[in-house]
């Protein structure tokens, strides 16, 4: 089945530093991603729907200076954190459209985000 | 617009003891609807979905769902709870191709 693959799993870093997680669909062209961000014991809230070739589509309230979205191939989706706060320390996760046969959504496994 | 609400925040349920996880939605038109399972600190796995068709849908472990429109609903059930699945389960709705919300979660706790 179609494979999601996000990396790092967790990263820690200093606040005013940027971080970048990429987020792989590894048997299937993702013409669309999306980045999610799940705070604690919350549910998962779209960030930005990022379409391959094209600029992100942000959600409202999310600022787009501050979190990057490229998505420059059919597989690679990239998310940079720039100027990272502590409050930006989340759990966040890519999900791709698989456009296959019946297809749904599959997500990566997430990145926990600690920054200190 | 669309919204999914979870009644349930946490379900404890005995080892061997049915199980159903509710959820309803507030959708425009036909629904795509999704279940989703989640353990601590990883990605989110698809149990099953619902497009069109058969209003019951089977998916993986053992899970299925009942789509009910004129209860706006598809609970989540389980005939007979295993230890392995407690963990945080999310139901969504989307238009296909798009953006999925996701309704709150509910946490399912197993006691042996």
């Known amino acids: 089945g179609a494979v999601v693959s996000q990396h790092p799993s967790r990263v820690i870093c200093k606040s005013g530093t940027s971080v970048k997680i990429e987020c792989r669909s590894l048997?299937?062209?993702?013409?669309?991603m999306f980045w999610y961000r799940q705070f604690p014991k919350k549910s998962l809230m779209l960030m930005a729907t990022?379409?391959?070739?094209?600029?992100?589509?942000?959600e409202q309230g999310v600022e787009k200076d501050k979190f990057l979205i490229n998505h420059a191939s059919l597989t690679l989706s990239t998310l940079t954190v720039t100027s990272a706060h502590p409050e930006d320390s989340s759990f966040y996760i890519c999900?791709?459209?698989?456009?296959?046969?019946?297809?749904?959504?599959?997500f990566g496994s997430g990145t926990r985000l600690t920054v200190v | 617009a669309q919204s999914v609400t979870q009644p349930d925040i946490h379900i404890t349920v005995s080892e061997g003891a049915s199980l159903e996880l509710r959820c309803n939605y507030s959708?425009?038109?036909?629904?795509?609807l999704f279940w989703y399972v989640q353990s601590p600190g990883q990605g989110l796995q698809l149990l099953l979905k619902?497009?069109?068709?058969?209003?019951l849908v089977q998916g993986i472990k053992g899970f299925e769902a009942e789509f009910k429109r004129s209860q706006s609903s598809f609970n989540l059930r389980k005939p007979s709870v295993h230890w392995s699945d407690a963990a945080e389960y999310f139901c969504?709705?989307?238009?296909?191709?798009?953006?999925?919300?996701f309704g709150a979660g509910t946490i399912l706790r197993v006691k042996s």
């Open positions: 990022s379409n391959e070739g094209s600029k992100a589509t942000y």
């Open positions: 969504a709705v989307g238009e296909y191709g798009n953006k999925l919300v």
């Open positions: 619902y497009f069109s068709g058969d209003t």
């Open positions: 959708y425009g038109a036909t629904p795509y």
């Open positions: 999900s791709a459209r698989d456009s296959g046969p019946g297809g749904g959504y599959t």
């Open positions: 048997d299937f062209q993702a013409t669309t």
